[in-house]
């Protein structure tokens, strides 16, 4: 497969939760428990943190991890990674969420077997929803996907809408890890933003309007996304249960 880097993007400034990346959890704070839960993945030649924040570079510097700057405004985590491998030697760039802090080796390990099949250019992750509150919220991203696992349509949306009371309907979640070839990820960010990724506030969706569909791979949960501070207090308590920290 050549060689494969995981790139964590970092904006200090979220729109939804200023600052939410150098919160504390646990011991640590979210950054950090995501840089060092995909270094512990083992699965990749370099593991890095992509930022423009000054304080989130001392943070990962501070604990010998590998930081790159970003130098331009950017729209989305990709065009951020862009910028910096676009001069590197490099084959699959997997790109984790800077507040994903439970990232674990077998999802990503799924996820970077998808890269044996030639035609894939974009990967993803996705899980089963049994929350109906989950299903409604547009904080949390749907897919719909094909019988091959490629994806269909991204929305905040719920979808599928149940209009059949008789067809049992599964929703997935999409779970915002993406691995990519390297030329897709040169693609994506050399086309325009697209409508529905406009309207929708959903990146992926710029693959999907270019003709390009993500190849998705199951997986059982990952822990707790952290938008918002109702979010941190969650993922503070599923740490708590999974370590006592």
Same mark, same amino acid.
């Given at each position: 497969?050549?060689?494969?880097?995981?790139?964590?993007?970092?904006?200090?400034?979220?729109?939804?939760?200023?600052?939410?990346?150098?919160?504390?959890?646990?011991?640590?704070?979210?950054?950090?428990? %995501?840089?060092?839960?995909?270094?512990?993945?083992?699965?990749?030649?370099?593991?890095? %943190?992509?930022?423009?924040?000054?304080?989130?570079?001392?943070?990962?510097?501070?604990?010998?991890?590998?930081?790159?700057?970003?130098?331009?405004?950017?729209?989305?985590?990709?065009?951020?990674?862009?910028?910096?491998?676009?001069?590197?030697?490099?084959?699959?760039?997997?790109?984790?969420?800077?507040?994903?802090?439970?990232v674990k080796r077998a999802p990503l390990e799924?996820?970077?077997?998808?890269?044996?099949?030639?035609?894939?250019?974009?990967?993803?992750?996705?899980?089963?929803?049994?929350?109906?509150?989950?299903?409604?919220?547009?904080? %949390?991203?749907?897919? %719909?996907?094909?019988?091959?696992?490629?994806?269909?349509?991204?929305?905040?949306?719920?979808?599928?809408?149940?209009?059949?009371?008789?067809?049992?309907?599964?929703?997935?979640?999409?779970?915002?890890?993406?691995?990519?070839?390297?030329?897709?990820?040169?693609?994506?960010?050399?086309?325009?933003?697209?409508?529905?990724?406009?309207?929708?506030?959903?990146?992926?969706?710029?693959?999907?309007?270019?003709?390009?569909?993500?190849?998705?791979?199951?997986?059982?949960?990952?822990?707790?996304?952290?938008?918002?501070?109702?979010?941190?207090?969650?993922?503070?308590?599923?740490?708590?249960?999974?370590?006592?920290?």
């Amino acid at each position: 497969m050549g060689k494969t880097i995981a790139m964590i993007p970092a904006r200090y400034d979220a729109t939804r939760f200023p600052g939410k990346l150098m919160k504390p959890l646990g011991d640590s704070t979210v950054i950090r428990k %995501v840089y060092e839960n995909t270094l512990a993945t083992g699965l990749f030649d370099e593991v890095s %943190v992509v930022t423009d924040s000054d304080v989130i570079d001392a943070e990962i510097t501070a604990i010998g991890g590998k930081v790159y700057r970003s130098q331009r405004s950017h729209e989305s985590g990709s065009d951020r990674i862009a910028e910096i491998v676009e001069h590197m030697e490099v084959d699959i760039i997997l790109n984790v969420q800077g507040d994903m802090p439970f990232v674990k080796r077998a999802p990503l390990e799924k996820l970077l077997a998808c890269f044996n099949e030639p035609a894939v250019q974009v990967g993803s992750l996705m899980q089963e929803m049994h929350d109906a509150e989950g299903v409604k919220n547009p904080n %949390v991203v749907k897919v %719909v996907v094909d019988k091959f696992s490629n994806s269909l349509l991204f929305s905040r949306s719920p979808i599928p809408y149940p209009r059949s009371k008789e067809q049992p309907v599964t929703w997935y979640e999409h779970v915002g890890v993406y691995a990519y070839r390297k030329q897709a990820l040169m693609n994506f960010t050399a086309w325009a933003m697209t409508p529905l990724e406009a309207a929708e506030k959903i990146e992926c969706l710029r693959y999907l309007e270019n003709g390009i569909p993500l190849k998705m791979v199951i997986t059982d949960y990952l822990g707790v996304n952290i938008d918002t501070p109702e979010d941190l207090e969650k993922a503070a308590a599923f740490l708590k249960k999974q370590t006592g920290v």
